[in-house]
C-alpha cells in the first residue's frame, strides 16, 4: 500500500482540543494519509464539520448516512481518538454505541486496525474508579493510549500536540508490534 493509499479515521470527542482538530487533519493529509474525521454529537456542535472537509478535502460526519444511502467510509488502517473526553471513554470501554463515533471505536477494536487515543481527561475524573478501569480494559484490546496534552493555548483551553498524535499514528501503521501504551 502505497502512502496515499492510507486512511485515518480521526473520532473527536467534545474536548477543548477538537477546536483545532482541522490543525491535525490538514496535518494527516499533508503527510498522504485520507482522512475520515468523525465527531461525536456534542463535538460535531463545537466545530463546523462541513467547513473542515471543505478545507481539507476529509471526509467529516456524526451520524451514520440512511442504510443503502450515501457513501460509505473508506476501510481504515488506522485510527485516532483525539481528544477522547471522560465520557467517550467510559462508553467506548463499556461497548457503549449510541453515536456513530463511538460505534466505529467498538467496531474497530475488533479487527486488526491500530487504535491510537488521546485523553483529554481533567485530573479530578482521572482519579474516578470508572475511568481507571476504562483505561485498563481499552489497553488490554489493544488501545494505545498517548498524553498529547501541551499545555494550555494562547485562549486558556487546553490545547494538543499534534505533530506527537501524527507521529504515533504514523509508528502505530507502520509497525504495530512496535506501539504499546504509553503513559496517560
Not at 34 to 39: G, I, N, P, S, T
Not at 87 to 102: C, E, R
Request: glycine fraction near 8%; charged fraction near 20%.
Amino acid at each position: 500500500m502505497s502512502p496515499s493509499d492510507r486512511c485515518a479515521y480521526v473520532v473527536a470527542s467534545a474536548a477543548p482540543p477538537v477546536l483545532r482538530v482541522a490543525d491535525l487533519v490538514t496535518r494527516l493529509t499533508g503527510d498522504g494519509w485520507r482522512v475520515c474525521l468523525v465527531a461525536t454529537p456534542t463535538a460535531a456542535s463545537w466545530v463546523d464539520l462541513d467547513a473542515i472537509a471543505a478545507g481539507t478535502g476529509c471526509i467529516a460526519r456524526a451520524a451514520p448516512d440512511p442504510p443503502g444511502r450515501g457513501t460509505p467510509l473508506p476501510r481504515a488502517d488506522a485510527v485516532l481518538a483525539a481528544p477522547l473526553t471522560f465520557n467517550s471513554a467510559n462508553k467506548w470501554a463499556a461497548g457503549i454505541s449510541d453515536n456513530l463515533a463511538l460505534g466505529l471505536l467498538n467496531e474497530l477494536l475488533g479487527v486488526d486496525v491500530p487504535v491510537i487515543a488521546a485523553p483529554c481527561v481533567k485530573e479530578s475524573l482521572r482519579r474516578h474508579p470508572a475511568y481507571g478501569d476504562s483505561v485498563a480494559r481499552l489497553t488490554a484490546a489493544g488501545v494505545v493510549l498517548v498524553d498529547a496534552v501541551a499545555g494550555r493555548g494562547p485562549d486558556g483551553l487546553v490545547a494538543f500536540d499534534w505533530a506527537r498524535l501524527a507521529d504515533a499514528l504514523h509508528h502505530a501503521a507502520v509497525d504495530p508490534g512496535q506501539a504499546r501504551v504509553r503513559p496517560t
